[in-house]
């Protein structure tokens, strides 16, 4: 039946996840060789600066509107999962019920990218990097840089402003979670907590921004109470 599709298009658009995995070890990276005794000195470095610009901005072009959308002639040919075939874990997880959800893979894709460039140890290496002056970009800048393209960026078509919603969303939420926990270095949670703290302050000077009381309210749930 044509329900399988739905399970056929998983790997087919998650299929560049694993090049972004290696691209986002770029990012507050290091290039490294294990010295041995009588063998050439070890040596640490931190990856380029130009080249960890250049992965952010490959990192950030991924979730685009136009990075996340599929053609809309193809959600005609996905209908729900047919009796005898039904959904497994491989399948996309859905907001919808039985009908294909094209908001909530997109959704699932750029919460596991924003989950890879915020992680905790990665944000310190960021702040260390730039603390001994081994790299300009740091973690402020990428958290700007960020900002600019899932706040500052507007689409025209319904489609990619309500797959940008739905990034905002994510964004919000993945930087609320490197500001609490626990283990995370203290620079890294001070510098997330301001950037927080300045995108709140942004988005109250805004008219008519879409969706901007619910952003409102997620960010001040966690500035209220950090």
């Known amino acids: 039946p044509y329900s399988l599709l739905n399970d056929r298009l998983v790997p ?6 694993y090049q972004l995995e290696a691209i986002v070890k770029l990012l507050g990276g290091q ?8 063998g050439p000195v070890a040596s640490v470095n931190a990856v380029s600066t130009a080249e960890q610009e250049k992965a952010l901005q490959l990192l950030i072009n991924a979730l685009s509107p136009e990075a996340l ?5 193809l959600f005609s040919l996905l209908p729900p999962h047919a009796f005898g075939f039904p959904a497994s874990r491989e399948s996309f997880s ?6 294909f959800d094209a908001l909530g893979i997109a959704e699932t894709l750029s919460k596991t990218i924003l989950k890879m460039i915020l992680h905790p140890q990665r944000a310190a290496r960021l702040v260390q990097q730039k ?3 081994q790299s300009t970009l740091g973690l402020e800048s990428t958290l700007k840089e960020l900002e600019n393209q899932v706040f500052k960026t507007t689409y025209a078509s319904p489609y990619a402003a309500s797959l940008s919603q739905g990034v905002r969303t994510c964004y919000i939420a993945q930087l609320t979670q490197l500001a609490k926990t626990k283990n995370t270095a203290p620079q890294v949670r ?3 907590y301001e950037s927080l703290y300045g995108l ?7 008219k008519q921004s879409p969706f901007q009381h619910y952003h409102l309210q997620q960010l001040e749930a966690y500035l209220n109470h950090p």
């Open 131 to 133: 603390a001994l002056g």
């Open 12 to 17: 087919l658009y998650f299929l560049h996840r």
């Open 190 to 192: 001070a510098i997330a």
């Open 94 to 99: 859905k907001h919808t019920g039985p009908s």
């Open 69 to 73: 959308q599929l053609p809309k002639t």
């Open 31 to 38: 290039e490294y060789s294990y010295g041995v005794k009588g």
């Open 200 to 206: 709140h302050q942004w988005l109250k000077k805004q």
